[in-house]
C-alpha cells in the first residue's frame, strides 16, 4: 500500500521567514496530493491541494510543488505570521486502492514573533 | 451548508466496554472515512464507506468496525476497549474521487 513519509517533524521559524514541509510518497499511481492545517482543539481544514498533472499550485502565501517522477511534493509557506503555528498534514490518494487518501505523519510548525 | 458532524464530542468509557460513534457527512456526500488520531501517531485510516460499501480498511484489528446507512451517514463500533483505543475519531467526508476531504470535529474517546 502507500506510505507517506513527511519531514521535519517539528519546525521552529521567526516571522516573517518562509517554512517548507516536504513529503514522500511511494505508489506512483497517487494522483492527488492535498495539504491539511490542523490548529490546537480543531478539525483538519485543507489549505491547498495539488493534481498530478500539475508541476505548482500557489494560494497567496501558500504554494505547493510537485515532482512526479521523483515521487515527492512541498509546502511552501512565505512570510509567516503567528496564526500559521499549528500542525501541517500532507496526504497522497490513490483511486484505485479504494479511494484512501493516506497521511503523512504531521509537521508541528511554531512561528515566533 | 452544514458540515460534517460527529456525535458525542466526548466518551468516557471502561475497558471491556464498547462504543458507537457517528457520523453525518455533508449533504450530497457519498464516501465517508474515518480516521484515528493520537498524539504520536498521527492520522490512521479506519476505514472508506461508500455508498453503503466498505471499500478499504486499515491496518487496526476486529475490534473496529463500522458501516453506512443508505442516507449516507455512518458509525464506527468499538468492542472490548482497550486503554491504548483513547484517542480523538475523526471522519471525513468527499463528495466523490480526487476531491477534498471534509473533516468533522471528531470524537474524543477515553478509556479507563
Known amino acids: 500500500g502507500e506510505n507517506v513519509e513527511q519531514h521535519p517533524s517539528t519546525l521552529s521559524v521567526q516571522e516573517g521567514d518562509s517554512a517548507v514541509i516536504k513529503c514522500t510518497y511511494s505508489d506512483s499511481a497517487s494522483n492527488y496530493f492535498p495539504w491539511y492545517k490542523q490548529e490546537l482543539g480543531k478539525r483538519p481544514q485543507l489549505i491547498i491541494d495539488i493534481r498530478s498533472n500539475v508541476g505548482e499550485k500557489k494560494d497567496q502565501r501558500i504554494a505547493v510543488t510537485l515532482n512526479k517522477t521523483a515521487k515527492h511534493f512541498s509546502l511552501h509557506i512565505t512570510e509567516t505570521q503567528p496564526e500559521d503555528s499549528a500542525v501541517y498534514f500532507c496526504a497522497a490518494y490513490q483511486s484505485w486502492a479504494g479511494n484512501k487518501l493516506t497521511f503523512g505523519g504531521g509537521t508541528r510548525v511554531l512561528v515566533k514573533p | 451548508k452544514a458540515g460534517v458532524t460527529q456525535t458525542p464530542r466526548y466518551l468516557i468509557k471502561t475497558r471491556g466496554q464498547q462504543v458507537t460513534l457517528s457520523c453525518s457527512p455533508i449533504?450530497?456526500?457519498?464516501?465517508v472515512s474515518w480516521y484515528q488520531q493520537t498524539p504520536g501517531q498521527g492520522l490512521q485510516f479506519l476505514f472508506e464507506y461508500f455508498s453503503e460499501t466498505q471499500r478499504n480498511k486499515g491496518n487496526f484489528p476486529g475490534r473496529f468496525s463500522g458501516r453506512q446507512f443508505s442516507n449516507s451517514r455512518s458509525e464506527m463500533n468499538v468492542s472490548t476497549l482497550e486503554l491504548g483505543d483513547s484517542a480523538l475519531y475523526l471522519c471525513?467526508?468527499?463528495?466523490?474521487?480526487?476531491?477534498?476531504?471534509?473533516f468533522g470535529q471528531g470524537t474524543r474517546l477515553t478509556v479507563v
Open positions: 471525513a467526508s468527499r463528495r466523490g474521487e480526487n476531491t477534498e476531504a471534509f
Open positions: 449533504s450530497g456526500h457519498r464516501s
